[in-house]
């Protein structure tokens, strides 16, 4: 190996233990001296590029193209605070959007299956369930897209394919059709759900990203707490296809904005932008990115493919808190998917009724958020100041830690007052207590996945998204037999008792998870 060869693999290494935790570098990302591996960069910069081994010796390589500065107005990090408000309320917006499509559509099934002539309860189930499988298809190719050519191309390509399968949907001459452009609907839909963790991660530091992620994270979980309400109304007044048009005509809105007005936030691809322009001013083609990895685009994207895929099987971080959050999710959507059973049998409650059902978790979910999202940077500063200014991704877990109880105690409650018909309330109350441990499990794994990959990070949220919608997909589906075998106490009661096996996930990754985050895995 030359001597110019081996200069530009350390220093690939030096990015690469800088950057990500738990890669194939035997550095983590946060060490003793602080949280990127470097002595120098104060404790608000979590994920900026550290000067190298080498160009702490006097080395620098002329060569090698980086920001200009630590306040290059350039670099998304330093944006006008306005500009990176307005980047993110239009992903929160298109996020909130997407999971809608969900659940809105869902109380009109009744009249799709009358249209289409079909009294099967199967493809009921089935037609609403399969966006959420779509879901759980989208980011194997999302993530490594947008690690290769950066968000903005994708997040276009996929709103224009939602927005395309949604009016589709509103269109589509039978059930057959319904079911696959449903489906497709899904694989384009999650896109926002994928990349905003991502984007937040662009666009903020480590210590200020808490609220934004707290109101992004709102999108995936209040979609379905109102879906099934407006639904309900919508489709009584105008029938199903309008639930649809609504979303079509809502999402089209927010990303033709989002395609006209927001920049690219993804520092690989900008910094390699900036290094072609160069190239091109200077005529010096040895020029190449503090940020490139040397690798083709072949070998690129066929790494970012299986990334997430060895994310889940070999760090145990992102395969124990996907599983934590797949199981939570997956039973918000059995409970949604039986709340029309169970109040309407044990409560005698109309379909209307029935609909406002949904708003107790709602409620929940944002006491949750107003927790966590007010709480969650301040725990993480105050820990910082106590630790010598090291900002570690597990101080995220702490809100966590407090909340995860709610879930199975929720679900006791829900499950024997409903079994004994006890006042209306009293069950719902349950359903807000799981609301708040819900919405915590979401925003304070995505938190800690973020914080721990950095320039992974998409990847990291698209291992969690793919398992947590292939189980919010299938396990909705067991729910009626579940009840009928077990009843409501004892079937909730199963799901309350899986739940706090679960709960010390979050306090083992609190303790361990630095150790773990050290191990060398080649992603």
């Keep these: 190996?030359?001597?110019?060869?081996?200069?530009?693999?350390?220093?690939?290494?030096?990015?690469?233990?800088?950057?990500?935790?738990?890669?194939?570098?035997?550095?983590?990302?946060?060490?003793?001296?602080?949280?990127?591996?470097?002595?120098?960069?104060?404790?608000?910069?979590?994920?900026?590029?550290?000067?190298?081994?080498?160009?702490d010796e006097g080395e620098e390589?002329?060569?090698?193209?980086?920001?200009?500065?630590?306040?290059?107005?350039?670099?998304?990090?330093?944006?006008?605070?306005?500009?990176?408000?307005?980047?993110?309320?239009?992903?929160?917006?298109?996020?909130?959007?997407t999971p809608l499509a969900s659940s809105m559509f869902a109380p009109g099934v009744p009249e799709v299956l009358q249209d289409f002539r079909t009294g099967s309860t199967t493809l009921a189930e089935f037609v609403v369930s399969i966006y959420i499988l779509g879901f759980a298809i989208g980011p194997l190719l999302i993530s490594p897209m947008s690690e290769m050519y950066g968000r903005i191309?994708?997040?276009?390509?996929?709103?224009?394919?939602?927005?395309?399968?949604?009016?589709?949907?509103?269109?589509?001459?039978?059930?057959n059709q319904l079911i696959v452009f449903r489906f497709f609907a899904g694989c384009f839909g999650v896109c926002p759900v994928t990349l905003g963790g991502a984007s937040i991660s662009d666009l903020m530091d480590q210590d200020?990203?808490?609220?934004?992620?707290?109101?992004?994270?709102m999108g995936p979980l209040l979609g379905p707490v109102i879906g099934p309400v407006a639904g309900a109304y919508l489709a009584a007044a105008e029938g199903w296809r309008w639930t649809f048009w609504l979303i079509a005509i809502a999402f089209g809105v927010c990303a033709i904005a989002h395609a006209a007005l927001c920049r690219e936030t993804y520092a690989p691809v900008l910094l390699a932008r900036k290094t072609k322009r160069l190239q091109k001013e200077t005529g010096n083609q040895d020029l190449r990115s503090r940020l490139d990895d040397g690798l083709p685009n072949k070998t690129r994207f066929s790494r970012a493919m299986v990334r997430p895929?060895?994310?889940?099987?070999?760090?145990?971080?992102?395969?124990?808190?996907?599983?934590?959050?797949?199981?939570?999710?997956?039973?918000?959507?059995?409970?949604?998917?039986?709340?029309?059973?169970?109040?309407?049998?044990?409560?005698?409650?109309?379909?209307?009724?029935?609909?406002?059902?949904?708003?107790?978790?709602?409620?929940?979910?944002?006491?949750?958020?107003?927790?966590?999202?007010?709480?969650?940077?301040?725990?993480?500063?105050?820990?910082?100041?106590?630790?010598?200014?090291?900002?570690?991704?597990?101080?995220?877990?702490?809100?966590?830690?407090?909340?995860?109880?709610?879930?199975?105690?929720?679900?006791?409650?829900?499950?024997?007052?409903?079994?004994?018909?006890?006042?209306?309330?009293?069950?719902l109350f349950g359903t807000l207590l799981f609301g708040v441990g819900m919405i915590a499990a979401l925003i304070c794994v995505q938190q800690y996945l973020i914080d721990a990959f950095t320039i992974y990070a998409a990847s990291a949220v698209a291992a969690n998204t793919v398992l947590r919608s292939i189980v919010g997909?299938?396990?909705p589906l067991a729910g009626l037999s579940m009840y009928d075998a077990l009843g409501l106490g004892w079937g909730n009661s199963l799901l309350a008792f899986i739940a706090l096996a679960m709960v010390p996930i979050p306090f083992a990754f609190y303790i361990w998870g630095e150790k773990i985050r050290k191990r060398p895995i080649s992603l």
């Design 473 to 475: 997909g299938v396990l």
């Design 309 to 427: 895929f060895k994310m889940l099987l070999f760090s145990p971080i992102v395969s124990l808190m996907a599983l934590y959050v797949a199981f939570v999710y997956g039973i918000l959507y059995l409970l949604y998917t039986t709340f029309t059973f169970v109040f309407q049998q044990y409560y005698g409650f109309s379909d209307g009724d029935v609909g406002l059902t949904y708003i107790a978790s709602g409620i929940g979910m944002f006491i949750g958020l107003f927790l966590i999202g007010g709480s969650s940077d301040r725990i993480l500063r105050r820990l910082a100041a106590k630790h010598g200014g090291e900002l570690k991704p597990e101080y995220r877990l702490i809100p966590l830690m407090f909340t995860a109880w709610t879930i199975p105690v929720g679900l006791f409650i829900y499950g024997w007052t409903a079994q004994y018909n006890e006042q209306w309330a009293v069950p």
């Design 208 to 217: 200020k990203r808490g609220v934004a992620m707290s109101l992004f994270g």
């Design 153 to 175: 191309p994708v997040y276009i390509v996929c709103n224009v394919m939602f927005e395309i399968f949604t009016i589709a949907c509103a269109v589509s001459s039978s059930l």
């Design 61 to 97: 390589d002329p060569n090698i193209v980086d920001w200009d500065g630590p306040n290059d107005p350039h670099n998304p990090r330093n944006w006008p605070t306005k500009a990176k408000i307005f980047n993110l309320l239009l992903v929160i917006l298109l996020t909130l959007l």
């Design 1 to 55: 190996m030359g001597k110019n060869d081996e200069k530009k693999e350390l220093e690939d290494n030096d990015y690469r233990n800088e950057e990500s935790s738990d890669t194939d570098q035997q550095q983590p990302a946060h060490d003793s001296k602080g949280r990127n591996g470097s002595h120098d960069e104060p404790p608000s910069k979590p994920s900026q590029p550290q000067p190298s081994e080498h160009e």
